[in-house]
């Protein structure tokens, strides 16, 4: 993924991120609360199996979908 698409998706990521922020369950494993631009990362990965900087440009689309229809 080129820079400008980076930057778009991590905006995009940012955004969804604030919607989650007091949305996420607790978990014992984070007492402090959870990240939730971590937890979207984290949906990244498992669906794509890769981290958001290394799909490919051809895949924008389906990413941004994706990322737009986390709650």
Do not use: T, V
Request: hydrophobic share 30%.
């Amino acid at each position: 993924m080129d820079e400008i698409n980076k930057k778009k998706i991590w905006s995009l990521i940012q955004i969804q991120g604030d919607k989650l922020k007091d949305i996420l369950p607790p978990h014992p494993s984070h007492p402090f609360g959870r990240n939730s631009y971590a937890h979207i990362c984290s949906l990244i990965k498992g669906k794509f199996k890769c981290s958001y900087k290394d799909i490919e440009n051809s895949r924008i689309e389906e990413l941004k979908k994706f990322i737009e229809n986390i709650k």
